[in-house]
């Protein structure tokens, strides 16, 4: 069973279409995240969720908008996609002082 | 500055060397420290957490200097299969968000 799940692998768009991807995990963790790795391969974190409620929200274009139906799940929406918005996607997911558990990632390409 | 600074590499070794990553980091209160590793396109996976007295899972020993905010990691007998990219990563406050270093690429060759 995959502990952290995400969909899609892969996704291709145009510029100024919205996209969603999901996540869930089985874990049992409280808080679940959003990470992006750009080209330079540097992870930065987007957002945050602890049992449904968001507690970390960076400096985030507002065309980003998480949604966490429940604490095993934490979705991600993004309208008016740009090209700038190319880039891999990660969620985690972690409990207490224990480092995280990363999903395998959604490789948005924006054209 | 960056938070977390390492030298992003790459260091290519012969099989069998013992070679050694380096990272700082800027905030003192820094609760929680971790090396993770990453394969080409994949996602990154907790390599070990790192503690204040150092410790060591088999080839790999970290090291932490809270003094200095300097964290390192030792391998040893380098294997082909370490060939992947180091993250040095520290967390600000339990459970908090982990803030990533750039990651140092390692490459092992025969």
């Known amino acids: 069973d995959t502990a952290v799940s995400q969909t899609p692998k892969y996704l291709v768009t145009q510029m100024g279409n919205d996209k969603s991807i999901k996540c869930e995990q089985n874990?049992?963790?409280?808080?679940m995240y959003w990470y992006k790795q750009d080209s330079k391969k540097f992870l930065k974190i987007m957002f945050s969720?602890?049992?449904?409620?968001?507690?970390i929200n960076e400096t985030v274009p507002n065309r980003f908008s998480p949604k966490s139906p429940d604490k095993a799940h934490l979705n991600l929406h993004i309208n008016s996609l740009e090209l700038g918005d190319s880039a891999v996607y990660f969620c985690?997911?972690?409990?207490?002082?224990?480092?995280?558990?990363f999903g395998s990632g959604t490789r948005l390409t924006v054209v | 500055r960056k938070e977390v600074e390492q030298d992003p590499g790459p260091f290519n070794v012969p099989e069998g060397a013992t070679v050694a990553f380096n990272c700082t980091y800027s905030?003192?209160?820094?609760?929680?420290f971790f090396w993770y590793r990453q394969d080409c396109r994949k996602e990154p996976k907790l390599l070990m957490s790192?503690?204040?007295s150092g410790n060591e899972d088999g080839r790999f020993t970290a090291q932490l200097n809270r003094a200095s905010q300097y964290i390192s990691l030792l391998i040893r007998d380098s294997k082909l299969s370490d060939s992947a990219t180091y993250l040095c990563?520290?967390?600000?406050?339990?459970?908090?968000?982990?803030?990533f270093g750039q990651g140092t690429e390692l490459s092992v060759k025969p």
């Open positions: 985690a997911s972690s409990q207490g002082r224990d480092g995280y558990t």
């Open positions: 874990l049992g963790h409280d808080t």
């Open positions: 969720y602890n049992n449904k409620e968001l507690i």
């Open positions: 905030n003192s209160a820094s609760q929680s």
């Open positions: 790192v503690y204040s």
């Open positions: 990563v520290v967390n600000i406050r339990n459970g908090g968000k982990l803030i």
